[in-house]
């Protein structure tokens, strides 16, 4: 490594080469990706296309089959050792995966709120219990972050009293709490109603705005082209092709990308 | 103001069910006969049932089997949870043990078990700790001076127990939606405090109604520790009383008349843990109104849909 690049910080998320099997079934093909700090990444593609199976590969929710995953320049989930000129492979232990995992955040589809805690327990656990925050300080800071989703009056409510969207609201504010240097988003707004999308995709907008590095498995095109720094069509497997948004959703140059924006247009 | 027009109520008679009455009337004269007999017939022997009620051997067998019930319970629910945890594990030796465990304490009569257990001291003279298949030993000692019948006969039971409840643990566990395991390890949780703060309290709305059946079942239960032989609980007690003074029948209803106090106090105890596990981590300000019987920690469970309500449970004989 020469002096050039020594103090230029790495990308937030480098993936290089990355395959997933399960069992026989090949899931990622040698996946290539790079999201700088700050950067939104949206990633389009049609169903079974491993658009989920490669962000839970990020956050270590599914373990790689081959290439290297890099979340702010660490190796994820293994620890390579130079061995007689050779690198030799070891997982990292469960406690070294969790503390990789606290640094990034994750929303699913289905919310996954936490059904026995209020919306302000939901959001004070994680710190509590993973960083040992104070309880005091836990609540000052979940509150801060119910009111940056705006659900501040709903703080003493349950998940079950909440709506599709004010919930997801909620589990973007829980991640939040952990001060995530990375956000992964995986369909956040396919399980609500076409009311609800909007507010939490304002939400997401707001999050972007300010800066947090994002990667954001969604079908909402309109967002893609508003927001995303950088837009990934992937098909069975492979990113088909990469690009700003116009690059890729109004210019396609693959056929298979203008056959699936033809369809979703 | 113009009244508004009242609706027709509909007033009509219901359809009308004779056979029910016809049965209603049979039932009760047969019940009525049933009191009658208790206490017009003199073999029950209602004096001598007064007599011994709190005779004070029969109260120390109400606290031996007392404390058989508690103990057998906790050592079955310390292995219930060990069990069911090992399971659902990775580690092939943890879970081919855990199977083995539930096959074989499930698949045996308890009263078997317990006759093996009062006989380990013959099969075991010596208890001894070293590695296996050497001669290498590093304590030694008499197996009389562990196994009592005492702790015989809470090994036998609780070992039982313990298979069953693992069962119950397993199902409560399997109940929770398997996306708050991931929403709590991609918040960077470790395995055990998933468990303890996000799985287990979810968990627990399905484990607990079991259990306190299971309680109950082993309150009764305990009354097979005579196979050990241990012989200071309330049924042998009781019998021993019963066929000394050659009065059998009044002494087994002072048996089942403490039987039936115990049950009904623990039937109490259990809808009290029901609700107080509702209660939990009731926020204060929460909205939405409340359900009678259930309190709205646990309708939020319900609500959610993150556990099957009503799973079939499997359930000691
Ligand atoms: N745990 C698993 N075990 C086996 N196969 C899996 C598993 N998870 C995903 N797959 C398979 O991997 C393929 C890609 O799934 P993935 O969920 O990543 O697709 P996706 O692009 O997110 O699709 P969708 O838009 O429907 O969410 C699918 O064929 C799926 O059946
Ligand atoms: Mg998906």
């Known amino acids: 490594m020469n002096s050039m690049t020594e103090h230029v910080s790495p990308p937030m998320v480098d993936v290089r080469g990355v395959h997933k099997f399960f069992g026989d079934l090949h899931v990622l093909k040698g996946i290539d990706l790079v999201v700088q700090r700050g950067e939104v990444c949206v990633v389009l593609g049609p169903s079974g296309s491993g658009k989920s199976t490669l962000i839970r590969c990020i956050n270590e929710m599914e373990q790689i089959s081959a290439g290297r995953l890099y979340v702010d320049g660490e190796l ?3 620890r390579e050792e130079e061995k007689g000129g050779r690198t030799v492979l070891h997982r990292l232990k469960d406690a070294e995966i969790s503390r990789q995992r606290s640094r990034i955040g994750m929303v699913f589809q289905r919310f996954n709120l936490f059904p026995h805690m209020t919306a302000l327990q939901n959001v004070m656990e994680a710190p509590r219990q993973v960083k040992g925050v104070s309880k ?15 659900m501040s009056d709903r703080a003493g409510h349950y998940p079950a009293q909440l709506s599709g969207g004010q919930q997801q609201r909620v589990a973007i504010a829980r991640a939040l709490a952990m001060d995530p240097e990375l956000m992964l988003f995986d369909e956040p707004t396919s399980a609500l109603d076409p009311e609800l999308v909007g507010e939490v995709l304002g939400v997401m907008r707001q999050l972007a705005a300010s800066g947090m590095t994002m990667i954001v498995v969604t079908h909402e095109v309109g967002f893609a082209r508003e927001v995303a720094d950088q837009v990934v069509f992937m098909d069975d497997g492979v990113v088909v092709e990469r690009g700003t948004a116009h690059q890729v959703i109004s ?13 979703v247009l | ?18 056979g029910v009455w016809v049965g209603a009337v049979i039932v009760a004269v047969l019940g009525l006969g049933l009191v009658d007999s208790l206490i017009s017939n003199p073999e029950y022997r209602w004096q001598t049932v007064r007599e011994y009620l709190f005779d004070p051997r029969v109260l120390s067998g109400v606290g031996w089997t007392l404390l058989l019930t508690a103990g057998a319970m906790v050592i079955g629910i310390v292995l219930a949870l060990t069990i069911a945890i090992m399971r659902m594990g990775t580690n092939p030796i943890l879970r081919g043990v855990a199977w083995a465990y539930i ?5 045996t009569p308890v009263y078997t078990q317990l006759v093996f257990w009062g006989l380990i001291t013959i099969l075991y003279r010596r208890i001894s700790v070293g590695i296996p298949f050497t001669d290498v030993t590093f304590f030694s000692i008499d197996s009389k001076l562990i196994f009592t019948a005492l702790v015989a006969a809470l090994l036998g039971l609780g070992l039982n127990e313990g298979a069953y409840l693992s069962e119950i643990v397993r199902a409560g566990l399997n109940s929770v939606d398997k996306g708050q395991w991931e929403a709590a390890t991609a918040l960077g949780m470790k395995r055990g405090t998933v468990l303890r703060r996000i799985i287990i309290p979810q968990a627990m709305r399905v484990i607990v109604p079991p259990t306190g059946n299971e309680t109950i079942s082993m309150l009764k239960t305990t009354s097979l520790v005579l196979a050990v032989p241990f012989m200071l609980e309330l049924t042998f007690v009781t019998n021993a009383i019963g066929n000394r003074t050659f009065l059998p029948v009044p002494l087994l209803i002072v048996a089942a008349i403490w039987y039936l106090l115990i049950t009904s106090i623990l039937m109490v105890g259990q809808r009290y843990l029901e609700a107080y596990y509702g209660r939990g981590f009731d926020g204060e300000q929460a909205g939405g109104r409340r359900v009678r019987g259930m309190s709205r920690r646990q309708q939020a469970i319900l609500a959610a849909g993150t556990v099957k309500s009503d799973p079939t449970l499997d359930v000691t004989p």
């Not at chain 1, 210019?251 to 369809?263: C, S, V, Y």
């Not at chain 2, 009244?3 to 004779?18: G, Q, Y």
């Open chain 1, 76 to 78: 994820m989930g293994l």
């Open chain 1, 251 to 263: 210019n396609p140059q693959q056929a298979r990308t203008r056959d699936f924006f033809g369809k």
């Open chain 2, 1 to 18: 103001m113009a009244a508004e027009p009242t609706p027709d109520l509909i007033k009509a008679k219901p359809v009308p069910r004779p």
């Open chain 2, 103 to 107: 096959w074989f304490f499930r698949g």
């Open chain 1, 136 to 150: 005091r300080d836990a609540e000052q800071r979940a509150r801060d972050q119910l009111a940056r989703v705006g």
